[in-house]
């Protein structure tokens, strides 16, 4: 019998263990997780109105499930949208693995309803104008699970895993990783060697600095991958009515002028709300929720800009914090929010302007000011004309009025480097999901768990 660790109880490490035990696996599985088991998951924001930087953690980003847990809980249904993991093992693999996780999420209560399944005339005129602006409208089905849903889920997943004896060991903090002549032996947690025949690390999003620092400790292969650095973009419903009933979740790419970067909208959130999570250090970084039953007039998007640093830089996730710092240092350490109209006009935003339009933040305690003076020339460029790209396919979507909040950044630069097993430069340690850099998002991170499974039990 083996004795099998995965760092980290998001959906990478939680669907490992799920499809190990779902295939018979006898190994000992121990998951460690540094947040609360998800039953003890809660975010006193909806209590305090504001954030109160919970300690030692966030509880929307650390715990069993992840960040998953309170997102709002998006499954794309394409291996065209969340990573690059389809790159590492094949682009039909990947489709076969995402379509057998998507079987597994309905099996522990996934809404059976999937949006933008269906080649429509409002889809056909949304990708006509899409052309016309000089971006790509990329198909992809969406499987909302919403963010009290996706809690339940994830619940129940939690349940099945402890009652198949899978150890889940939370509040729990993992430090460093075990390695002798090129073979992981196991982790140190809390100040103690936890030995075991296989590691398999899978931190998110939050973690990925701390496996970039594990890379560099101990000589795990990686290189630099690519940061996204943007805002979150809040308008009214009535702005994205056709968008929203006719794909949920409009996924667009741009290169615009004058630097040519990818631009990329991510995460809409129809009816949704604008939410802060917090990484280490107090970071306070922007996202967005949507609900199943609760709605606001609102639809918020992520855009952001992708970064591919080269020869000499090779620290992009600390680039990315910096960015992020500065913006929370003009914002007293909340998130900045601005009027785009403002922007045009070369002026930050007044917290009494922001009661004088029609749209209302959903962020009730982000701070006006001005997100300009601390986003980088280039990338705030790049998102401003592919805002001004969007116009075209959404009419109204560069009005004055629009929102703009800030930081939005996704930690997942680093990209470990590894075969189409999964094989690391390391025997015995593997690195999955987001903090690997192979995937962005829930369904991809949790199809590779799946295939991290698979090979475990060949």
Same mark, same amino acid.
């Given at each position: 019998?083996?004795?099998?660790?995965?760092?980290?109880?998001?959906?990478?490490?939680?669907?490992?263990?799920?499809?190990?035990?779902?295939?018979?696996?006898?190994?000992?599985?121990?998951?460690?997780?540094?947040?609360?088991?998800?039953?003890?998951?809660?975010?006193?924001?909806?209590?305090?109105?504001?954030?109160?930087?919970?300690?030692?953690?966030?509880?929307?980003?650390?715990?069993?499930?992840?960040?998953?847990?309170?997102?709002?809980?998006?499954?794309?249904?394409?291996?065209?949208?969340?990573?690059?993991?389809?790159?590492?093992?094949?682009?039909?693999?990947?489709?076969?693995?995402?379509?057998?996780?998507?079987?597994?999420?309905?099996?522990?209560?996934?809404?059976?309803?999937?949006?933008?399944?269906?080649?429509?005339?409002?889809?056909?005129?949304?990708?006509?104008?899409?052309?016309?602006?000089?971006?790509?409208?990329?198909?992809?089905?969406?499987?909302?699970?919403?963010?009290?849903?996706?809690?339940?889920?994830?619940?129940?997943?939690?349940?099945?895993?402890?009652?198949?004896?899978?150890?889940?060991?939370?509040?729990?903090?993992?430090?460093?990783?075990?390695?002798?002549?090129?073979?992981?032996?196991?982790?140190?947690?809390?100040?103690?060697?936890?030995?075991?025949?296989?590691?398999?690390?899978?931190?998110?999003?939050?973690?990925?600095?701390?496996?970039?620092?594990?890379?560099?400790?101990?000589?795990?292969?990686?290189?630099?991958?690519?940061?996204?650095?943007?805002?979150?973009?809040?308008?009214?419903?009535?702005?994205?009515?056709?968008?929203?009933?006719?794909?949920?979740?409009?996924?667009?790419?741009?290169?615009?002028?004058?630097?040519?970067?990818?631009?990329?909208?991510?995460?809409? *959130?129809?009816?949704?709300?604008?939410?802060?999570?917090?990484?280490?250090?107090?970071?306070?970084?922007?996202?967005?929720?949507?609900?199943?039953?609760?709605?606001?007039?609102?639809?918020?998007?992520?855009?952001?800009?992708?970064?591919?640093?080269?020869?000499?830089?090779?620290?992009?996730?600390?680039?990315?914090?910096?960015? #992020?710092?500065?913006?929370?240092?003009?914002?007293?350490?909340?998130?900045?929010?601005?009027?785009?109209?403002?922007?045009?006009?070369?002026?930050?935003?007044?917290?009494?302007?922001?009661?004088?339009?029609?749209?209302?933040?959903?962020?009730?305690?982000?701070?006006?000011?001005?997100?300009?003076?601390?986003?980088?020339?280039?990338?705030?460029?790049?998102?401003? *004309?592919?805002?001004?790209?969007?116009?075209?396919?959404?009419?109204?979507?560069?009005?004055?009025?629009?929102?703009?909040?800030?930081?939005?950044?996704?930690?997942? #630069?680093?990209?470990?480097?590894?075969?189409?097993?999964?094989?690391?430069?390391?025997?015995?340690?593997?690195?999955?999901?987001?903090?690997?850099?192979?995937?962005?998002?829930?369904?991809?991170?949790?199809?590779?768990?799946?295939?991290?499974?698979?090979?475990?039990?060949?």
């Amino acid at each position: 019998m083996r004795k099998i660790l995965i760092v980290g109880a998001g959906p990478a490490g939680i669907f490992t263990a799920l499809e190990l035990i779902k295939k018979g696996s006898k190994d000992e599985i121990t998951i460690i997780e540094q947040g609360h088991l998800i039953e003890k998951r809660s975010c006193p924001k909806a209590k305090t109105k504001g954030c109160v930087h919970c300690k030692p953690y966030c509880q929307i980003t650390s715990g069993f499930s992840g960040a998953g847990a309170f997102s709002d809980g998006k499954l794309s249904l394409s291996r065209d949208v969340g990573g690059d993991f389809p790159s590492l093992i094949g682009e039909d693999l990947a489709q076969d693995y995402i379509d057998y996780t998507d079987t597994i999420y309905l099996e522990f209560g996934a809404d059976t309803h999937v949006e933008g399944a269906e080649e429509t005339e409002e889809i056909r005129e949304i990708r006509k104008n899409a052309t016309i602006a000089g971006l790509k409208l990329v198909d992809c089905p969406i499987r909302h699970l919403g963010t009290e849903k996706a809690h339940e889920l994830y619940y129940s997943i939690e349940k099945y895993l402890i009652e198949k004896g899978v150890k889940i060991l939370a509040d729990q903090t993992c430090t460093d990783v075990i390695v002798e002549d090129g073979e992981c032996k196991g982790v140190v947690v809390n100040g103690s060697e936890m030995l075991a025949d296989v590691v398999v690390i899978a931190t998110g999003r939050k973690g990925a600095d701390w496996l970039d620092e594990m890379c560099r400790v101990h000589g795990i292969g990686r290189e630099a991958g690519v940061v996204d650095i943007g805002v979150r973009v809040e308008v009214r419903n009535e702005i994205m009515e056709k968008v929203n009933r006719a794909l949920y979740e409009s996924k667009l790419i741009g290169y615009p002028k004058p630097f040519y970067n990818k631009v990329r909208t991510f995460c809409q *959130n129809p009816g949704g709300f604008v939410a802060q999570e917090n990484y280490d250090n107090d970071l306070a970084v922007v996202n967005g929720h949507s609900y199943k039953d609760l709605k606001s007039n609102n639809t918020n998007l992520a855009i952001l800009c992708s970064h591919k640093f080269t020869y000499p830089f090779d620290d992009p996730i600390t680039y990315a914090k910096k960015v #992020s710092e500065m913006v929370n240092m003009l914002g007293d350490g909340h998130i900045l929010v601005q009027r785009l109209g403002d922007i045009k006009a070369g002026k930050r935003t007044w917290q009494k302007e922001l009661a004088q339009t029609n749209l209302k933040p959903t962020l009730a305690d982000a701070v006006a000011g001005d997100i300009t003076a601390a986003i980088p020339y280039r990338t705030m460029t790049n998102i401003l *004309n592919f805002i001004e790209q969007m116009d075209t396919v959404v009419p109204g979507f560069a009005s004055n009025e629009t929102l703009l909040y800030a930081p939005e950044v996704k930690f997942y #630069s680093n990209r470990v480097k590894m075969d189409e097993n999964l094989n690391t430069n390391v025997k015995n340690l593997y690195c999955l999901g987001d903090a690997s850099g192979w995937t962005r998002g829930l369904m991809m991170a949790s199809a590779m768990g799946v295939y991290m499974a698979r090979q475990l039990l060949k």
